[in-house]
């Protein structure tokens, strides 16, 4: 069982810079890969960044060069660095963890979704 807080979203002026963190707690044997996901107001869910336990990253094109996934593993921790925002940039965003857990006796490995923080970009 994981759960997962995002902290740091809020509202900004388009070329200012926010930094989203998010928090995994629970009874988790150990977390895979995570990432961030974004969903503006009639739009479907999109992948902002994800990054495997190890350090490999990767970014949707939309944000390449502004963006920086990063994870702290001692700290069962997920950060997201916004540089530069844009407007097109406000949604919704969503931490998203793999953890394996123990069910029934037995190693389980299940998707995990925090509850989303709100972006706001003005220009």
């Known amino acids: 069982q994981v759960q997962l807080v995002e902290s740091g979203g809020g509202s900004v002026q388009a070329g200012e810079s926010l930094r989203l963190s998010c928090v995994a707690s629970?009874?988790?044997?150990?977390?895979?890969?995570m990432g961030w996901y974004r969903q503006a107001p009639g739009k479907e869910r999109e992948l902002v960044a994800g990054?495997?336990?190890?350090?490999?990253?990767n970014y949707a094109d939309s944000v390449k060069g502004r963006f920086t996934i990063s994870r702290d593993n001692a700290k069962n921790t997920v950060y997201l660095q916004m540089n530069s925002l844009k407007p097109e940039d406000a949604a919704v965003y969503y931490c998203?963890?793999?953890?394996?857990?123990?069910?029934?006796?037995?190693?389980?490995?299940?998707?995990?979704w925090g509850q989303g923080t709100q972006v706001t970009v003005s220009s």
């Open positions: 998203n963890a793999n953890a394996d857990i123990w069910r029934l006796g037995r190693i389980r490995r299940s998707d995990y």
């Open positions: 990054i495997t336990s190890d350090g490999n990253t």
């Open positions: 629970g009874s988790f044997r150990g977390l895979n890969a």
